[in-house]
């Protein structure tokens, strides 16, 4: 009998396949990864190790492997409010600009997804002009794809009017040819790089949605690097509901309608960005022109920081050397509601660090929370100038549109925000708060259950940028208020 993996086997052969399939597992599934090196190495792990860390890996071991690690659940019209915004505009807008649409579904697993675009574009009206790619790297998959059979638990939230796709065929269902015909599967791996597959501006659409949240950082960086190049100026790109391209890529502008948020690929020099229905407009965003960074209150600290060393260089730098201003002077002066001298603080900055987006949202946060909405939008504008995906620039024009009575823009902003950012309480609570106004409560009691929990852990420094003045408690006891009052509270 084999003595079990030793603990530095499985820790290179965790490494390995983040390499080559993009994988990222943490230490409660070590166990896992040991009993799998173990059955597919039958009694040599060493020769599986180094085959792994070649230049090229046997294809036949990457597929076992993705059969045997790749989460494979899915279904049939999964996160509807995507597949409508795909249909109603994202396919018309890309047919009408393009005279086709080239779409790719990323990670396919059995094919529900893909499927479900061909049933959509084929109810729209838009099948004609359509090319539907899917791939996956995990052969079984692909074969339940072809077969397209498929039991009622995956047609558990299929619209009644796409039904008689699906026949009943003993205890399964099969899908239709016309639908079948429709894709074109194939297998592949998006943690490998394919410059002939991922061609520059191959396609219109890609759903890679519920794929990037099992990568590694650099490898879910490198995957969307490449759907970014092979996505024309213009193009979607739909995400799963749980992630998201902050830190990610410069590449994209936040949109969202139908109740959802996607991506659309911005459009650079390279040809101007199409004209979008108005229920279809971005966000108001710019192209990027520096890569955004993680948190905002990172952010602050780490401005203070800096700003603190360019400050003791200045002190020691020849007199010409201009001196800069603490940050956190201009914090402090916020936590006391100065606002006339956080502005003063700002304006002594030298002109290379005005456009800083660390200022800029100190300085939008000043600016809505003394009043100045106009000025505000102006500086979140040109925050997002920097960075389209800075969500706290998404909650201080939240903060400009609900001053103005706008009352549905700001609720798209501050959960434009918290899709961003999903540990960002503030956004939650707000974004609670206005749908009770708006009169749903349901939804209203999901965001403010999860402001709550996330308040207890808050970062100190992001409440005082965005906490209106109030402290940790009093914003808790106003969300647990907010519960109480519709009869949630716990």
């Known amino acids: 009998m084999n003595a079990p993996a030793a603990p530095l086997e499985v820790a290179r052969f965790r490494t390995l396949l983040a390499e080559r399939l993009g994988l990222d597992f943490d230490e409660h599934k070590l166990t896992t990864l040991a009993k799998v090196l173990d059955s597919c190495s039958g009694g040599d792990r060493?020769?599986?190790?180094?085959?792994?860390?070649?230049?090229?890996?046997?294809?036949?071991?990457?597929?076992?492997?993705?059969?045997?690690?790749?989460?494979?659940?899915?279904?049939?019209?999964?996160?509807?409010?995507?597949?409508?915004?795909?249909?109603?505009?994202?396919?018309?807008?890309?047919?009408?600009?393009?005279?086709?649409?080239?779409?790719?579904?990323?990670?396919?697993?059995s094919g529900e997804e893909p499927f479900s675009l061909a049933m959509m574009a084929r109810s729209c009206g838009r099948d004609s002009c359509l090319s539907l790619h899917a791939f996956d790297a995990n052969p079984a998959?692909?074969?339940?794809?072809?077969?397209?059979?498929?039991?009622?638990?995956?047609?558990?939230?299929?619209?009644?009017?796409?039904?008689?796709?699906?026949?009943?065929?003993?205890?399964?269902?099969?899908?239709?040819?016309?639908?079948r015909r429709a894709v074109r599967f194939e297998q592949r791996?998006?943690?490998?790089?394919?410059?002939?597959?991922?061609?520059?501006?191959?396609?219109?659409?890609?759903?890679?949605?519920?794929?990037?949240?099992?990568?590694?950082?650099?490898?879910?960086?490198?995957?969307?690097?490449?759907?970014?190049?092979?996505?024309?100026?213009?193009?979607?790109?739909?995400?799963?509901?749980?992630?998201?391209?902050?830190?990610?890529?410069?590449?994209?502008?936040?949109?969202?309608?139908?109740?959802?948020?996607?991506?659309?690929?911005?459009?650079?020099?390279?040809?101007?960005?199409?004209?979008?229905?108005?229920a279809a407009q971005p966000m108001p965003v710019l192209r990027p022109a520096t890569p955004p960074e993680p948190l905002w209150a990172e952010q602050i600290e780490r401005a203070s920081r800096r700003i603190d060393a360019l400050a003791s260089s200045a002190r020691a730098a020849p007199p010409c050397t201009p001196a800069t201003p603490d940050l956190q002077m201009a914090m402090a002066s916020l936590h006391q509601e100065r606002?006339?001298?956080?502005?003063?603080?700002?304006?002594?900055?030298?002109?290379?660090?005005?456009?800083?987006?660390?200022?800029?949202?100190l300085k939008a946060v000043t600016q809505a929370q003394s009043g100045t909405v106009a000025r505000a939008r102006e500086t979140c504008a040109a925050l997002l100038g920097r960075d389209a995906l800075h969500a706290g620039a998404h909650y201080v024009l939240a903060l400009c549109e609900e001053m103005d009575g706008e009352l549905a823009a700001a609720l798209?902003?501050?959960?434009?925000?918290?899709?961003?950012?999903p540990g960002f309480a503030m956004a939650r609570l707000q974004a609670g708060r206005l749908l009770r106004r708006l009169g749903q409560p349901e939804a209203a009691r999901r965001e403010l259950a999860l402001a709550a929990q996330m308040l207890e852990g808050e970062d100190a420094a992001r409440l005082l940028l965005f906490g209106g003045g109030f402290p940790r408690a009093a914003l808790l006891s106003l969300c647990l208020a907010e519960l109480a009052t519709m009869g949630a509270a716990s």
């Not at 599986?48 to 019209?77: K, W």
């Not at 606002?339 to 949202?361: C, M, N, R, S, T």
């Open 141 to 179: 998959m692909l074969a339940r794809a072809a077969r397209a059979r498929y039991s009622t638990w995956s047609l558990r939230e299929l619209p009644d009017d796409w039904r008689p796709w699906l026949q009943p065929d003993g205890e399964q269902f099969q899908l239709a040819q016309e639908i």
């Open 189 to 278: 791996n998006l943690a490998l790089d394919d410059p002939a597959f991922w061609q520059p501006g191959r396609f219109d659409i890609v759903f890679c949605r519920n794929v990037l949240m099992y990568f590694t950082p650099q490898q879910s960086q490198a995957a969307v690097a490449r759907i970014a190049r092979a996505l024309a100026p213009g193009g979607y790109l739909f995400l799963g509901h749980a992630e998201t391209l902050r830190g990610l890529s410069n590449d994209f502008r936040l949109c969202h309608s139908h109740g959802t948020f996607y991506y659309q690929r911005s459009a650079g020099g390279e040809q101007a960005m199409p004209a979008l229905p108005a």
């Open 46 to 109: 060493q020769r599986i190790l180094a085959d792994l860390a070649g230049t090229a890996p046997a294809d036949s071991l990457l597929s076992r492997l993705a059969t045997e690690l790749t989460v494979t659940e899915t279904y049939f019209f999964r996160s509807g409010d995507q597949l409508r915004a795909f249909g109603d505009l994202a396919l018309p807008e890309r047919q009408q600009l393009r005279g086709r649409a080239e779409v790719l579904s990323a990670g396919c697993a």
């Open 412 to 421: 798209d902003h501050y959960q434009g925000a918290a899709y961003l950012a």
């Open 339 to 361: 606002f006339g001298q956080v502005l003063e603080h700002i304006g002594k900055l030298p002109p290379q660090h005005a456009a800083d987006p660390d200022v800029l949202l």
